[in-house]
């Protein structure tokens, strides 16, 4: 059956004050490794002989994730190609990136507020809103379903990503993209309508 599967990267370490990560490139944990090391055993089996290509947002969480995925004896003879893509990055959230909510809330007042009075379309300086990066990821998805007309295609992303992809196939409004679930290493079928 023609479809995608969309997965998120294993655990980040710990980060306990919450500071916002964005698209910076942060590596997994030596748990999140393990995470995908245990989905490449239970899950990957199931796409043997229909997976057409490997789609990855090219931060290293993801890139790390996707190669991982890819380590099982079913794919030693023919391995799937494992694309990169820029598009498929998470949310760049500019100036916010790296500090926490009180810290965000002294450099740049009433900036935290503005947006979640308008979450979909709030655009921190440097950065991007959830309407933007909902339309690229779904630029580069379409795109690479185009190249690959037929076939699984396994997507890897970040939940920010996963769930803008989600809240368009569901039609569900961007105000609700955070009510969507996105464990790490959580997996989502999108069939082909
Ligand atoms: O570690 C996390 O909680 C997030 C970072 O915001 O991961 P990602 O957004 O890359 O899915």
Redesign the pocket.
């Known amino acids: 059956m023609n479809g995608m599967w969309f997965v998120?990267?294993g655990?980040?370490p710990p980060?306990p004050e919450r500071r916002?990560?964005?698209?910076r490139d942060?590596p997994l944990s030596p748990a999140g490794r393990e995470q995908i090391r245990v989905l490449a055993r239970d899950f990957m089996p199931i796409l043997a002989g229909r997976l057409a290509a490997v789609v990855s947002?090219d931060?290293g969480?993801?890139r790390e994730t996707a190669s991982i995925l890819l380590t099982g004896n079913e794919w030693a003879a023919s391995p799937p190609p494992i694309h990169l893509e820029p598009d498929l990055r998470?949310?760049n959230l500019g100036q916010w990136q790296g500090l926490t909510k009180a810290e965000i809330e002294q450099r740049f007042p009433g900036q935290y507020d503005a947006r979640g009075r308008n979450f979909p379309h709030y655009c921190p300086e440097g950065g991007e809103s959830f309407a933007q990066l909902q339309n690229r990821a779904l630029d580069a998805v379409n795109r690479w379903r185009r190249h690959y007309p037929t076939g699984t295609l396994l997507v890897v992303?970040?939940?920010?990503?996963?769930r803008s992809l989600l809240a368009y196939y569901m039609a569900l409004p961007l105000n609700d993209v955070l009510r969507i679930p996105?464990e790490?290493a959580c997996q989502t079928f999108v069939p082909e309508w």
């Not at 992303?157 to 996963?162: D, E, K, L, M, Q």
């Open positions: 998120r990267h655990a980040l980060n916002i990560v964005g698209n942060i947002s931060l969480r993801c998470e949310l992303a970040h939940a920010g990503v996963i996105q790490y």
